[in-house]
């Protein structure tokens, strides 16, 4: 078993998860031993079941956050998403146990590990919390820049901005982190730059790879912001499916050709073309 993890002088107040997580643990081995269906499962088998549940969660997390006040059948519903993906995570950890390889608590002691190394704002090197008065608070830049700065020094092979950003995300998504780690967000005038002053459906096309962080500094592993005013977020949904209209009576199809411009992209700007 791995590493220590954060003492829980300032844990977050109600019940402690253990006993339900041990039990969920125990049930899941039990069925991998005696349900014929759950023993013929493997990892290959479970990615199919790992994006749909995915998504199922990523839609009810998306209801929570756009009701004003979420009725108790959707915080049931996000409940029971939650649930569903936890199950996901320990099955995959339960097919390693039974290799003597990890086993989910060895998965939860790295991750608790690795937030306390990247946070050395909040924690000290062996994961007590720091005192209040021990410093000036951090600002937000400062956190972001130490959490890639921390993850570069964790990942000294990766030689791209791009390395790490998973080839099979949906399309769009694709070309929205291949956009950020390229150093195209929101920040330091990256809306100008883009062509997108004025009102979103008359931006131009960008046509080039753009200002490029050798570093990678920003990515999609650490803290985030979503400032981004309703009107824009709506504007900007309007031109997408304008585009994927023209696509589709252009008889193009749009992941396809989103994907193939990315892939240009970011050959372009890491120098292989």
């Given amino acids: 078993m791995t590493g220590a ?5 300032d ?3 109600g019940a402690s998860p253990g006993a339900a997580v041990d039990r969920l643990v125990e049930v899941v081995a039990l069925l991998r031993r005696h349900c014929p269906w759950t023993a013929a499962l493997g990892h290959a088998s479970l990615l199919e079941y790992l994006v749909e549940e995915t998504y ?3 839609e009810a997390v998306d209801d929570v956050t756009r009701a004003e006040r979420p009725s108790p059948e959707l915080l049931d519903e996000l409940r029971g998403e939650l649930g569903d993906v936890l199950f996901q995570v320990v099955l995959h950890a339960q097919l390693q146990a039974e290799k003597e390889v990890f086993d989910l608590a060895d998965v939860a002691a790295g991750l608790t590990e690795k937030l306390v190394r990247r946070n050395p704002h909040v924690f000290s090197p062996d994961g007590n919390l ?4 021990s410093g000036s608070a951090a600002s937000t830049d400062e956190i972001v820049e130490t959490w890639h700065a921390v993850k570069r020094r964790e990942k000294p092979l990766r030689s791209s901005p791009f390395d790490g950003i998973p080839r099979h995300l949906p399309a769009l998504a694709l070309a929205a982190k291949t956009l ?3 150093g195209e967000g929101a920040a330091d005038g990256a809306i100008e730059n883009a062509g997108l002053t004025g009102p979103i ?3 131009g096309p960008m046509n080039s790879a753009g200002p490029m962080n050798s570093a990678g500094r920003i990515d999609d592993a650490g803290p985030a912001h979503d400032s981004r005013p309703a ?3 709506a504007a900007l949904g309007e031109a997408l499916l304008d585009l994927t209209r023209r696509a589709v009576h252009l008889g193009i199809d ?5 994907r193939r411009a990315v892939t240009d992209y970011q050959d372009r700007a890491a120098g292989n073309t």
């Fill in 254 to 258: 749009p992941e396809r050709a989103l």
């Fill in 11 to 13: 844990a977050v107040p």
């Fill in 130 to 133: 720091l005192p209040i008065s």
């Fill in 231 to 233: 009107d824009d977020e």
């Fill in 180 to 182: 950020k780690r390229a």
């Fill in 201 to 203: 459906n008359n931006a």
């Fill in 56 to 58: 199922e969660l990523y």
């Fill in 5 to 9: 993890g954060v003492p829980p002088s």
